[in-house]
């Protein structure tokens, strides 16, 4: 089980902290953030494997940041510079394999935490 929390409303410029718990051992999984807009397909936003390999949608441009604590079990999503078009639904997501997964690797995900940006 997956459970997302730190989002909210913040204005244009601002920055959020997005966290997910994983109730169970995760440390060996790829793990990911989506988002999902209305009116359009969800997408990848950032990507992270077990050995701390990261990648980012196109339209991040260095502004968010995927971390995890494996201690805490936790993954981050630090956002900074937010936009009104990053407002959306944000998922993140597990999947068995120690590597960068494909979408169609993940196969636990989480209820998701909403973020608006004005």
């Known amino acids: 089980q997956l459970v997302e929390s730190g989002g909210g409303s913040v204005q244009a410029g601002g920055s959020l902290t997005l966290s997910c718990v994983a109730s169970?051992?995760?440390?060996?999984?790829?793990m990911g953030w989506f988002r999902q807009v209305p009116g359009k397909e969800r997408e990848g936003v950032a990507r992270?494997?077990?050995?701390?390999?990261?990648t980012y949608g196109d339209f991040v441009k260095g502004r968010f940041t995927i971390s995890k604590d494996a201690a805490k079990n936790t993954l981050y999503l630090q956002m900074n510079s937010l936009k009104p078009e990053d407002t959306g639904m944000y998922y993140c997501?597990?999947?068995?394999?120690?590597?960068?997964?494909?979408?169609?690797?993940?196969?636990?995900w989480g209820q998701g935490t909403q973020v608006t940006v004005s």
């Open positions: 997501a597990a999947g068995p394999f120690w590597r960068i997964c494909q979408d169609n690797e993940y196969v636990f």
């Open positions: 169970e051992y995760t440390r060996e999984y790829c």
């Open positions: 992270l494997s077990s050995t701390g390999t990261t």
